[in-house]
């Protein structure tokens, strides 16, 4: 029943509801130990987990989903922000893919066709947009190799669930490149303040449940390297996508920020709307190399356009003969799949495709799950998929 005697949270937000005072009470909040008993630490306010304990606690299924449980709670009202020391834990992997991601940055800066940052001075960085499909159709082996890692799946689901989509950005800060303005991130991190005041304060909400970032780094980034900058407990304040914008909350994030050095295999993850930056590049001779990740739900849209029947065609007979060779187990395998593939069946044309059993068509996902199980060769996939692609017409 509604309470007229209760004081009613705002609908409309606008630069009004943008509180220094509470803003820096809200942000104060000290991260305990015993709320993230699985971390190893606690670093500047954010829990610190050890990748080898994590890949034990996953190939437990009740543990997993403990700790998962820890991971959304700490995305939600804790800090915002976990960190996973080697994440990866092949550096030779990691090398690998560096080197072909740089063959990537060297094709495009040649061509002209590399494009710059969305919150840093023009070339400051080098960036690759849609690393992931790129990575893909160039390195489809070292594609599924790096996509087979479980902790990215086990963090990805503790906020989205599954369906997830990766996407892929690769930065990297060339000694003396400047720091980024501070920043939200998608979706409503790039909207300018009129636009936001349009979205009711429900969708203000919502918008940071819809994608989760993180970055593995793919170099030492020791702090006189500019790691990211970041203000745990941020991503909790309700008007943060309007006061992020405003230079009095900017300045308070410069004062405020924390930084956690990273070493090459670790791997960060955080709240979308968790005030953050790039942080500047102090030393003489360290080219900062991240694959920024930003992965949205199945719910969502997400931030780059990535043609997953591209990827699924280019990287599924590598899949499976690394598969048949023992290489991969079949829950490696299925984690390479849920990188390379549609996760969501819908949008549908629900008179061509409609479901025969169930609420939903299968997905792209589906489809290729059956693929492995069923051994199909590469011929029968593709004419599978485009199949399926044709289906997806609204006559």
Known sequence: MFDQNKPQEPVWLDDS???????ERHVSQETRAEDYPHAVEIARNIPIYDGDAMRRAMADEPQARVVMAEWNRAFAGGPGIIAIRRGYDDPALVDAVTEALGEIIADEEASASGKGDHFAAAGANSRVWNAHEKLAVRAPELFARYNANEL????????LGSGYQITT??????????????????HMGFQDVETLKGYPASQHALSASLTLQGAVAHSEMPLESGPTKLLPYSQSYLPGYIAVLLPRFRE???EHHVQLPLEKGDMLFFNPATFHAAGENCSSDIHRFANLMQIGSAYGRSIEIVDRSRITLAVYGDVKRL?????????????????????????ANLDIDSPLSGMAPPSQQDVVRQALAEGWDEARLTQAITEQNARKRSH
């Open 17 to 23: 509801h943008c509180d220094i005072a509470e803003f």
């Open 152 to 159: 990215v799946r086990r963090v990805s689901e503790s906020w």
């Open 169 to 186: 950005q690769v930065n990297v800060v060339r000694p003396g490149g400047k720091s980024q303005t501070c920043h939200r991130d998608y």
């Open 252 to 254: 308070f994030f410069e």
């Open 323 to 347: 598969l048949e060779a023992g290489s991969v187990t079949m829950r490696e395998a299925d984690n390479i799949v849920a990188a390379m593939a549609e996760g969501y069946p819908f949008p």
